[in-house]
């Protein structure tokens, strides 16, 4: 099954809080927008709107497989049960496969009474009898009204670099933040940022818009094995990956806040 480039007829749904709203794609096996391999279908955010500035946006890129070299072939998409509120959503999966897999796993998204932030929540419990040892991340596909990822945005993690360092001859890695050279045009970034023991405050970074003044930051609970950063002019992706490791009836929980502002006075770019 491929993932669908059209969202026109796909399910989705919106939460809103007031000063927050959030649009995003349900999971469904016949119309869903993404139906690959690769990644969760739950909790798929289409757009945010807050403080009058528009935050992600549709990525018309294919991701249909585990590998980028490889097909999968769909064996079982799985039954999700979604239960929902004005400013809530939750998604549950239980899946029994063959020889020995088997979880239960819940994700849900509410958004803070602040008006600016949202939260999301996994849990994830080894309902088999062989152990699970994965690595998980979010592509964290970021554009924020609509402006191409270039030079007008600066991406900021939690860690620094001794030293400039050149990512191709397109953009560097300064001090704690990217900053681009020029238009990426056709052209994509892709770049381990961080790989090692994190001191526990890693799981975090900022994408700032500073031609309009908007920013989404975010911040997780569980320690990073490494951060990535990927873009292209359709999106700034930093890349935090944890581990997942449950041995059988063991139960894992993690959580990542969204939080999006606006500079009162934007800067531009030189």
Not at 38 to 58: A, K, N, T
Not at 87 to 93: G, I, L, P
Not at 182 to 193: G, I, N, S, T, Y
Request: proline share 7%; glycine share 8%; hydrophobic share 35%.
């Amino acid at each position: 099954m491929k993932p669908r480039t059209s969202s026109a007829d796909c399910p989705r749904l919106e939460l809103h809080n007031g000063g927050l709203r959030v649009s995003m794609y349900l999971p469904d096996a016949q119309r869903g927008y993404y139906r690959g391999t690769r990644f969760d279908w739950s909790g798929l955010i289409e757009q945010v709107e807050c403080h009058g500035h528009r935050f992600y946006g549709p990525l018309h890129i294919e991701h249909d497989t585990y590998r980028f070299d490889d097909e999968y072939r769909m064996v079982h998409p799985g039954e999700w049960v979604v239960e929902h509120g004005p400013a809530w959503v939750a998604f549950t999966q239980a899946l029994h496969g063959e020889r020995g897999w088997a979880y239960h796993y819940r994700k849900a998204i509410r958004l803070h009474e602040c008006h600016s932030a949202f939260v999301i929540e996994h849990r994830l419990e080894n309902r088999g009898d062989k152990t699970i040892d994965i690595t998980n991340y979010n592509h964290n596909f970021t554009i924020i009204d609509d402006v191409p990822y270039g030079r007008d945005y600066v991406v900021e993690f939690p860690f620094s670099t001794d030293a400039p360092i050149p990512l191709g001859d397109i953009a560097w890695f300064r001090g704690s933040q990217i900053d681009v050279d020029r238009p990426l045009e056709d052209l994509a970034l892709w770049w381990p940022v961080f790989e090692g023991d994190d001191p526990g405050n890693y799981n975090a970074a900022a994408v700032r818009n500073r031609r309009t003044g908007a920013a989404v930051a975010f911040r997780g609970d569980a320690p990073i094995t490494r951060m990535v950063f990927w873009a292209v002019e359709r999106a700034a992706c930093p890349e935090p990956f944890i581990r997942i490791y449950l041995e059988p009836g063991r139960t894992q929980t993690w959580s990542t806040t969204y939080r999006f502002t606006v500079d009162a006075a934007p800067d531009h770019p030189q």
